[in-house]
């Protein structure tokens, strides 16, 4: 990754700081786009500097598309005009409604956050990026099973993420960049502090073939993976990673 500039969104917490931090490791020079999580974010970029790595923090909300020009503005006057990684993270459950309780507001909400966001990064970002580079998007184990209780909104945003980078991989293989997306299952996050029950949690780490959650940094190696030449012929491909709980 030397020498390379890398964008991660939601960048500044959980998998989002692991990827930023590990990204940095390989030598990449990473903008570290946060919405709400400031602190969160400022210790993320101290840990890539006292490591010896180089990073920017870059404020903006990925549903607006005046904040998506501004953060890619921020990345391309810090460290040039190319950019050759960049990883969609930034998303959230939002809360867990049933179908009847889902107003029209709330159900924009959800696909602003995880899919608009998605299509206005990527749109504003390609235009800088030389062939060879690398985008990864994030679905999740959701978008292949329909989700837990409460998460239909969630699961549909993000089979359309699926979906998206499909299309989007062969719109762009003819010119280098490759496109993919990761499915997260049970990891160990913010997320499921905030919207899963610690007993849910613990049925599905005992009904997991390997008897647990997984950890963020295992989230951020397989990112890194698909961000780098090792993975210089895998485009278009949705990578579940949930210890053996979904198969595809």
């Excluded at 990925?62 to 950019?83: E, H, P, R, W, Y």
Aim: proline share 2%; aromatic share 6%; net charge neutral.
């Amino acid at each position: 990754m030397k020498g390379k500039v890398a964008l991660v969104t939601g960048g500044g917490r959980d998998i989002g700081r692991e990827t930023s931090i590990k990204l940095a490791a390989a030598g990449a020079s990473v903008c570290i786009n946060y919405y709400d999580g400031h602190e969160q974010a400022k210790e993320t970029l101290k840990m890539i500097t006292d490591a010896g790595g180089t990073a920017i923090l870059a404020q903006g909300d990925m549903t607006q598309s005046a904040d998506v020009k501004k953060v890619v503005d921020l990345c391309t006057t810090a460290f040039g005009n190319g950019i050759n990684v960049l990883v969609n993270i930034a998303g959230g459950l939002m809360g867990r409604k049933t179908i009847a309780e889902i107003d029209e507001t709330f159900w924009d909400a959800v696909m602003n956050v995880n899919l608009k966001s998605v299509y206005l990064v990527c749109k504003e970002v390609i235009p800088h990026m030389p062939a060879g580079s690398a985008i990864v998007n994030f679905a999740s184990q959701a978008a292949r099973d329909g989700g837990g209780a409460g998460a239909i909104a969630y699961s549909t945003a993000k089979g359309g993420v699926l979906t998206f980078t499909r299309g989007l991989a062969k719109e762009l293989g003819p010119k280098g960049i490759r496109v993919n997306v990761v499915c997260p299952g049970m990891i160990n996050t913010t997320f499921h502090n905030t919207f899963t029950k610690p007993e849910v949690r613990a049925n599905v780490a005992a009904a997991t073939p390997l008897r647990r959650e997984g950890e963020a940094g295992e989230v951020a190696d397989l990112v890194l993976y698909l961000a780098s030449g090792a993975a210089s012929f895998i485009t278009g491909a949705s990578i579940d990673i949930n210890g053996g709980t979904y198969f595809v």
